[in-house]
Structures are given as C-alpha cells and as structure tokens.
C-alpha cells in the first residue's frame, strides 16, 4: 500500500478503536499482530497483545470513563510501511480522575494489513487511572482503579 493509503488505513483504525468496534478492529490486522506497550515501567505496562486482546481494550477502559475513551490524532508522518502517530486522550473516569494522556503510535503494515503497533505514552497516568488493565478482566481494573 501507499503511504497515503496507508494513513488512511490508521485513521480508519483509530475511529473503529473510538467507537469499540471489535469486528472492524480486528478486520484490518494480520493474523500474527501484536500491540506493545513499550513502557520501562510498572512491569505490567510492558504488555504484548494480540488482535482479540487488543480488540477487547477500548471498551474495557471505557468501563471505568464517563463517556468512551477517544483518541485524538495529532498528526501523521508515513515512511515506507510504518505510520509514527501523535495522538492524545482528555477523558474523565467514572471516579473523578482525569485521564488526558499523549501518545506516539508506531504502525506496521504488511500488504494491506496492520501487523504492528508499538504504543509510548505516560505510564504513570496509565497506571495511576486504569491500574493493571486486562482486557480480558476489565473488572479487576475497575477495583484498582476506584481506590
């Protein structure tokens, strides 16, 4: 795909991700994804998903938000088969808290398909508002969460 094409495919994305479309998600990655977060620390911030965990992810966070968590695209730079993104949050949880962090996304395509994202963001905001987030087990972050 092009460069083009493939911005165009992240932003596609990112709108399926706001909304929790896990079908939509899920369509546009390779079999073998994986999301990283490529955090240094808390140790469970260096997390490795699949498609389906990943999938899961949005609407799990979005059980502890006011309303569903929304990423914001700053801005796009596109080289070859990656896609570097700058994007932020500015949500509130269900327990006060405000969760505005920023993000810079690195996408990997293979064909006409996702097949990677590094994700590097502000873990201390992360673990300080979600917790230990599973997307399998959203209310176990919940109860991190509300103390």
């Keep these: 795909m092009s460069i083009d094409s493939n911005k165009k ?6 709108d399926a991700v706001n909304r929790g479309a896990e079908p939509e ?5 390779t079999d073998d994804f994986f ?5 240094r620390a ?4 260096k997390y490795k998903w699949g498609g389906e965990q990943f999938a899961k992810a949005p609407k799990a966070m979005s059980t502890l938000m006011k309303k569903p ?14 896609v570097a993104v700058e994007a932020q949050t500015d949500g509130e949880l269900t327990n006060g808290k405000k969760y505005d962090n920023a993000y810079h996304f690195v996408f ?5 398909k996702i097949a990677s994202v590094k994700e590097y963001c502000c873990t201390y905001l992360a673990w300080d508002r979600f917790g230990n987030l599973d ?8 109860a991190g969460a509300e103390a």
């Design 35 to 39: 999301f990283m977060g490529m955090a």
């Design 42 to 45: 808390p140790e469970h911030m």
């Design 25 to 29: 998600i899920l369509a546009m990655l």
């Design 135 to 142: 997307p399998n087990e959203p209310e176990a972050a919940a």
């Design 69 to 82: 968590i929304q990423l914001e695209i700053v801005s796009m730079i596109g080289e070859g088969d990656s």
């Design 9 to 14: 495919a992240v932003t596609t994305w990112i």
């Design 108 to 112: 990997a395509f293979r064909g006409n």
